[in-house]
């Protein structure tokens, strides 16, 4: 079981997954399917987690095991960004997806 920060263009989001890297080849997949195509990650222990996210820890954990193998625990940027010290951060995850640039003119 991996816990992430993933950074993103609208702010960070904690995710759970039971894919073994925050840069899975699947997992980035799935993100780009929910239009996160491009993010910085930082994997933080599961046990820092469950200790700050108590019962809603245990809820979305028990639907990860029954079926889906990613669940956002927090989608609130601002809870999400102050909820952590940054010397909790694992070491960054850099995913830049194909990115199409537009042009003016």
Known sequence: MKA???FTGTGPILILTTY???NDPTLVTKLAQKGIKKFIAYEVAESLVKEKYGQQFNI???DLK???DL????????HVFYNFALSELGS??????SLRVL???
């Open 92 to 97: 960054p995850v850099y995913h830049e997806g």
């Open 60 to 62: 979305i954990m028990g």
């Open 71 to 78: 669940r956002v625990l927090d989608y609130d940027g601002h």
């Open 4 to 6: 992430g920060i993933f």
């Open 103 to 105: 042009q003016a003119g």
């Open 20 to 22: 073994g890297e925050l």
């Open 66 to 68: 029954q079926s889906d």
